[in-house]
T-cell receptor
Framework: SQTIHQWPATLVQPVGSPLSLECTVEGTSNPNLYWYRQAAGRGLQLLFYSVGIGQISSEVPQNLSASRPQDRQFILSSKKLLLSDSGFYLC??????????FGPGTRLTVT | GENVEQHPSTLSVQEGDSAVIKCTYSDSASNYFPWYKQELGKGPQLIIDIRSNVGEKKDQRIAVTLNKTAKHFSLHITETQPEDSAVYFC?????????????FGSGTQLTVLP
């Protein structure tokens, strides 16, 4: 069966520091991968999605970036965090035409 | 683009009663409608989904209905239990190449009172 992992589970970072969140999927090949952000327990906002290695589409302009160095690995990064980057970050995966499945999430607090 | 509206934003029911959450969508090309349950501090979990060629789908105590003409779909939970308490999200999707792009509703906080 398929499994999605995210780490870390929680993170507290100062303003201006860099960020790296990692997501890996097991049990499937060539998945579509997604990064969502959720603020205040509601409102799932799509940040990035990827249909293959090195292929990244950005949905909203921001100081975040994403990379997909391997088929089942998706990384969310920032060079300098802002207070507004605080939130719950969710990685998700799907295969073409099928349902979307979310990971457990990373709670990021920027202080 | 697609716009999904979800109502109500909060819903309280007595244990054993039914709960109904409604969503409307704007783009008639949407063809896939999932529902997610999110417990506190966890990622959303897919609980049921329906495609546009089906009007209703059931899975034990939960069911989803779709009215394509009116562009709305609903989640029905019968015989609610305290563990049903969570935030529920609806979504609508238009296939975009090989990547499914979901537009989510704003969520409904369901509380089941014992």
């Amino acid at each position: 069966s398929q499994t999605i992992h995210q780490w870390p589970a929680t993170l507290v970072q100062p303003v201006g520091s860099p960020l790296s969140l990692e997501c890996t999927v097991e049990g499937t090949s060539n998945p579509n991968l997604y990064w969502y952000r959720q603020a205040a327990g509601r409102g799932l906002q799509l940040l990035f999605y990827s249909v293959g290695i090195g292929q990244i589409s950005s949905e909203v302009p921001q100081n975040l970036s994403a990379s997909r160095p391997q088929d089942r690995q998706f990384i969310l990064s920032s060079k300098k965090l802002l207070l507004s980057d605080s939130g719950f970050y969710l990685c998700a995966w799907s295969v073409s035409g099928q349902a979307l499945y979310f990971g457990p999430g990373t709670r990021l607090t920027v202080t | 683009g697609e716009n999904v509206e979800q109502h109500p934003s909060t819903l309280s029911v007595q244990e054993g009663d039914s709960a109904v959450i409604k969503c409307t969508y704007s783009d008639s090309a949407s063809n896939y409608f999932p529902w997610y349950k999110q417990e506190l501090g966890k990622g959303p979990q897919l609980i049921i989904d329906i495609r546009s060629n089906v009007g209703e789908k059931k899975d034990q105590r939960i069911a989803v209905t779709l009215n394509k003409t009116a562009k709305h779909f609903s989640l029905h939970i019968t015989e609610t239990q305290p563990e049903d308490s969570a935030v529920y999200f609806c979504a609508a999707s238009i296939s975009s190449g090989s990547a499914r792009q979901l537009t989510f509703g704003s969520g409904t906080q369901l509380t089941v009172l014992p």
